[in-house]
């Protein structure tokens, strides 16, 4: 999104934020209520953001427990290991990478940071992993769409950066 989009987004909240704190600090009821009615709605509204709050934080969790990676990991214990070496300004991949099957890029590099991007045979980044010196970082990837993917590196790691890519086939 532009710059100056984002800054006319704010600049309207924080205007609708000030009008409103303004509100509420002059707001005043015209017959002030008792405090056992105050009291009383106080705790209704508790007792409905209460039962409100778990039905939705148990309404999210149900939803969002397939997608956590455990299963993914589970997968990755007895998954192939394929080394992956960035370097500037290339990358030493595996030639041909198994579909619909759980396999691990062991990612290190040669001499400085660089990125480890994979994009998908329709050109959209599917995963990604930072390529360091002196470690190694594994990427758990399952391919579910044959085709030939490119690697294109992520970290801006020196003059070359831009042409520094890479790519091998899954099928
Ligand atoms: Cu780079």
Known sequence: MDSSVVLKIFLVVAVLA???LLWLANYRQSTPLAQSDLT???YGIRRYWFWCTLIVAFAVYAITIPAFP???A???VNARHY?????QYG???PAVVPLDTPVVFDVTAKDVNHGFGIYDPGGRVITQVQAMPLYVNHLAVTFTVPGRYRVRCLEFCG???AAMQGSF???
């Open 18 to 20: 000030i009008v409103l």
């Open 40 to 42: 009383a709605r106080g």
């Open 70 to 72: 455990y299963r993914k």
């Open 74 to 76: 589970q997968a990755s």
């Open 83 to 87: 080394s992956v070496i960035a370097q």
């Open 91 to 93: 990358f030493t991949l």
């Open 159 to 161: 003059i070359a950066h």
């Open 169 to 171: 086939d899954v099928k």
